[in-house]
């Protein structure tokens, strides 16, 4: 698959320091992970997750049910292999999103840099379907993307850019919206990049 080679090559070639959304601490997200009710009981896939500490972070929090999907084999690798033992209290699927079939449900979805990269409406409503499935009842989700500021390519790829309204017109009625945040992520050679990361609850 086209896509996968891609991302396998990205991480099989370059260092942290040279992926352009590398973070140090994955802030934002977990804060918005406790204004959703994070707690060590909350079941966490994060998706398209690379190589994001936000799984060290969950895992310090003392969660123990935690997932990270991406399609790219080498992007895990490098993912467990940071985390060492700690690696096996988490679950690592490879999987094409917009293709996974989720064998059970989850509390909180997170996706950070991710849904950009869906530029086709197909590609969209299959990573829609997935999410809506695979959130449990009142679950939520927390969509990270490039604001409509941002860049308009990521690693080489065309993005959709979204604002949190364009968003949320996006997800549709299935989800409310409970907070937005914009964020100026600085890559790690110092360049500014624009992000919108939303919040959103399932309506039951
Ligand atoms: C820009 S990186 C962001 C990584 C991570 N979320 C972070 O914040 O550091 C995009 C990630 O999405 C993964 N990805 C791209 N398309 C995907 C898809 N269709 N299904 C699953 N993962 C995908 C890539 O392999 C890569 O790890």
């Excluded at 972070?57 to 003392?62: E, I, P, S, T, V």
């Excluded at 409406?121 to 927390?142: F, N, Q, T, V």
């Excluded at 992520?185 to 399932?202: M, N, V």
Aim: aromatic share 8%; with cysteine.
């Amino acid at each position: 698959m086209e896509s996968r080679a891609h991302w396998d090559g990205v991480y099989g070639a370059r260092t942290e320091a040279e992926l352009s959304w590398h973070q140090d601490d994955p802030a934002i997200s977990f804060a918005l992970m406790n204004k959703a009710g994070l707690n060590s009981a909350t079941s966490v896939i994060d998706i398209g997750g690379g190589t994001s500490r936000i799984v060290d972070r969950l895992l310090a929090a003392g969660l123990c049910d935690v997932s990270v999907l991406d399609l790219s084999e080498n992007a895990l690798l490098a993912a467990r292999q940071r985390l060492g033992p700690d690696s096996d209290k988490v679950t690592w699927i490879t999987a094409d999103v917009t293709r996974w079939r989720a064998p059970r449900t989850y509390d909180l979805w997170h996706d950070r840099a991710v849904f950009h990269f869906l530029t086709g409406s197909e590609d969209r409503a299959a990573y829609l379907r997935r999410l809506e499935k695979s959130l449990s009842p009142a679950g939520h989700a927390i969509i990270a993307t490039f604001a409509l500021d941002g860049p308009e390519k990521c690693s080489g790829l065309p993005v959709v850019r979204y604002s949190p309204d364009t968003l949320a017109a996006t997800l549709g009625e299935g989800f409310e919206r409970v907070a937005h945040q914009h964020h100026e992520h600085r890559t790690p050679w110092g360049s500014p990049q624009a992000f919108q990361y939303s919040l959103f609850r399932k309506r039951p």
